[in-house]
């Protein structure tokens, strides 16, 4: 599974959340804000300064939500201690770390935080990634043009791959990823 904060903001985490509860998904890959705005929902009831996750309307928060769910993160150490320690009680990671679903989150330059589980060395995080698609037949793509495209040319043409954007160039760009190349040991 391939999934972009955009899961989080239009009201679909609990929806994910399901999936990977009912052992659907395999591997979460994803960027520092899934797992920022993910953290944000659970802890805050908001998204993006939005509460979509529940009524739709705005908070004038400002960035203060964002860094309250990464400061509650940082504070128990990670992601998966968060959980253990009762801080984090839903969402998207927390199943991931419930069901023992690994999870990786690419950092970039213009994350906030980031949390402390992202991999912020993009050789690093691209080789997770690769570790977790070796014997994908199926990847899922939600809502994230960067990991989406970056899965598509990691893995050879005839792994099966749904993308669902709100950009059509996003599904043409993962579509057209050449022939019978094999993943990098």
């Known amino acids: 599974m391939v999934a972009g ?11 994910l959340a399901s999936m990977i509860r009912r052992g659907y998904v395999r591997a979460l890959l994803s960027g520092n804000a899934l797992g920022v705005h ?3 929902a659970a802890l805050l009831g908001t998204s993006l300064r939005r509460c979509a996750c529940r009524t739709g309307g705005r908070r004038s928060t400002g960035i203060a939500t964002i860094l309250r769910a990464i400061n509650a993160i ?3 150490g990670s992601v998966r201690q968060a959980v253990e320690a009762g801080c984090l009680n839903s969402g998207i990671l927390y199943e991931c770390v419930k069901k023992n679903v690994p999870f990786v989150l690419a950092g ?3 994350d906030d935080g980031p ?6 060395d993009m050789n690093q995080a691209q080789d997770a ?3 977790h698609l070796k014997n994908a037949g199926l990847v899922l793509c939600l809502g994230s043009m960067l990991h989406s495209i970056a899965t ?7 792994v099966k791959i749904v ?12 579509s057209d990823r050449g022939t019978d190349r094999r993943l990098a040991s």
């Open 152 to 158: 598509g040319n990691m893995l050879p043409s005839w």
């Open 38 to 40: 993910d953290a944000e």
């Open 5 to 15: 904060p955009v899961v989080v903001h239009t009201g679909g985490a609990p929806h």
């Open 108 to 110: 970039s330059l213009r």
């Open 129 to 131: 990634y690769a570790a």
């Open 163 to 174: 993308c669902v954007d709100i950009n059509p160039a996003v599904a043409t760009k993962v």
């Open 74 to 76: 940082y504070h128990c």
């Open 115 to 120: 949390l402390p589980d992202t991999i912020t």
